[in-house]
Nanobody, 117 residues
Framework: QVQLQESGPGLVKPSQTLSLTCTVSGGSITTGYYAWSWIRQPPGKGLEWMGVITYDGSTYYSPSLKSRTSISRDTSKNQFSLQLKSVTPEDTAVYYC?????????WGQGTQVTVSS
């Protein structure tokens, strides 16, 4: 059973960088042909896919967030991470990590991140 767990600060100040980590257990992030995504849901809105890192380390980003988003991984810890730069209150959301097979089949429980001074 694959399990994912998000971790990181719950409060970030405007203009700073939001950093989250997803720890995966029950399966390796380097196993082909899986990919690992970050998704968020602002209050009162739908899910927004942010980007993905594949089993071989390739990354792809949502065009609307590409200039501010970076996804990386630490294979020794079986983790992948999200960095979102220059945050504003509009980046307040529940952030999820998920395994991506063209659709998301395993999700983390989500972590609330609030952008506020």
């Amino acid at each position: 059973q694959v399990q994912l767990q998000e971790s990181g600060p719950g409060l970030v100040k405007p203009s700073q960088t939001l950093s989250l980590t997803c720890t995966v257990s029950g399966g390796s992030i380097t196993t082909g042909y899986y990919a690992w995504s970050w998704i968020r849901q602002p209050p009162g809105k739908g899910l927004e896919w942010m980007g993905v890192i594949t089993y071989d380390g390739s990354t792809y980003y949502s065009p609307s967030l590409k200039s501010r988003t970076s996804i990386s991984r630490d294979t020794s810890k079986n983790q992948f991470s999200l960095q979102l730069k220059s945050v504003t209150p509009e980046d307040t959301a529940v952030y999820y990590c998920a395994r991506d097979l063209g659709g998301m089949d395993y999700w983390g429980q989500g972590t609330q991140v609030t952008v506020s001074s």
